[in-house]
């Protein structure tokens, strides 16, 4: 079992940031990559970013060239910058392997774009 802790969201207005942040623990020695994802009200939750290296990143199209994701010195920590926010971009995000696990989701953090 893994465990993921997020934080760092909040309610911002459209065009604005944040950085969220992503802690792991647990029986970890098997993660290799890890995403961030998220779950807007209504919607099936969708992979945002992943991460594999710090060479090796890959985004949906709908968050290209806004948010990056990275992963701390501590490599159980992983973050999402987000830049020029939409309302949109309003949901439920969280970390997991990538691949997830279904039993690895934690509560996430809530993102709210309004104005």
């Known amino acids: 079992q893994v465990q993921f802790v997020e934080s760092g969201g909040g309610l911002v207005q459209p065009g604005g940031s944040l950085r969220l942040s992503c802690g792991a623990s647990?029986?970890?020695?098997?993660?290799?990559?890890m995403g961030w994802y998220r779950q807007a009200p209504g919607k099936q939750r969708e992979l945002v970013a992943v991460?594999?290296?710090?060479?090796?990143?890959n985004y949906a199209d709908s968050v290209k060239g806004r948010f990056t994701i990275s992963r701390g010195n501590n490599k159980n920590t992983v973050y999402l910058q987000m830049n020029s926010l939409k309302p949109e971009d309003t949901a439920v995000y969280y970390c997991?392997?990538?691949?997830?696990?279904?039993?690895?989701w934690g509560q996430g953090t809530q993102v709210t774009v309004s104005s």
């Open positions: 997991n392997s990538a691949p997830p696990r279904s039993s690895n």
């Open positions: 647990g029986n970890i020695i098997s993660i290799v990559g």
């Open positions: 991460i594999f290296s710090e060479s090796s990143t």
